[in-house]
Antibody, heavy 117, light 108 residues
């Protein structure tokens, strides 16, 4: 069974940092590109970042470019998102999602990030 | 960026009735269109990909159609477990895959 489990969310002040993790199991992690997708309260889902299976290709949404860093450890079957210089508008549930040729076929349950003073 | 627009925002339907949800893309996305179902407190679940192919385990009462810029998700006979928010998503413009704003299907 494919499983993705996020952790690391919490309350942080504007300008602060957080590191999200996504532990995976049930599939060959090293052969799939992975994404972070977020959902702010009352807003639509928003793609945040993508990393290829090897880590060689990385992309970011303009809204987080220069502040967020995606990475992965294929030996640990884990995906990460380092978030720096956090803003109020980064408040959201953050999901890790597996990329396939047909969309995001598996999602984690999400971790809530709240940026507030 | 391809903008996805869904209508209506809310659809009130009685159990057993048919629901028809619409999704429009600001530019053509071929058949690279997916539908997701999201229930409160849960992650989105992939229902339909390729505009019309049901994902594994999705009941046959869910069907998708369309190509280019106009798409439809139909739920033929609504069950209690189908009341949720539905999102369309284009995956034609990789990696900037974009979502619609969602349609909430509620009990009438």
């Amino acid at each position: 069974e494919v499983q993705l489990v996020e952790s690391g969310g919490g309350l942080v002040q504007p300008g602060g940092s957080l590191r999200l993790s996504c532990a995976t199991s049930g599939f060959t992690f090293s052969t799939y590109g992975m994404n972070w997708v977020r959902q702010a309260p009352g807003k639509r889902l928003e793609w945040v970042s993508y990393i290829s299976h090897s880590g060689a290709s990385i992309y970011y949404a303009d809204s987080v470019k220069g502040r967020f860093t995606i990475s992965r450890d294929n030996a640990k079957n884990s995906l990460y998102l380092q978030m720096n210089s956090l803003r109020d508008e980064d408040t959201a549930i953050y999901y890790c999602a597996r990329a396939s040729q047909t969309g995001y076929d598996y999602w984690g349950q999400g971790t809530l990030v709240t940026v507030s003073s | 960026e391809i903008v996805m627009t869904q209508s209506p925002a809310t659809l009130s339907v009685s159990p057993g009735e048919r629901a028809t949800l619409s999704c429009r893309a600001s530019q053509g996305v071929s058949s690279n269109l997916a539908w997701y179902q999201q229930k409160p407190g849960q992650a989105p679940r992939l229902l339909i990909y390729g505009a019309s192919t049901r994902a594994t385990g999705v009941p046959a009462r869910f069907s998708g159609s369309g190509s280019g810029t106009e798409f439809t998700l139909t739920i033929s006979s609504l069950q209690s477990e189908d009341f949720a928010v539905y999102y369309c998503q284009q995956y034609n413009n990789w990696p900037l895959w974009t979502f619609g704003q969602g349609t909430k299907v509620e009990i009438k």
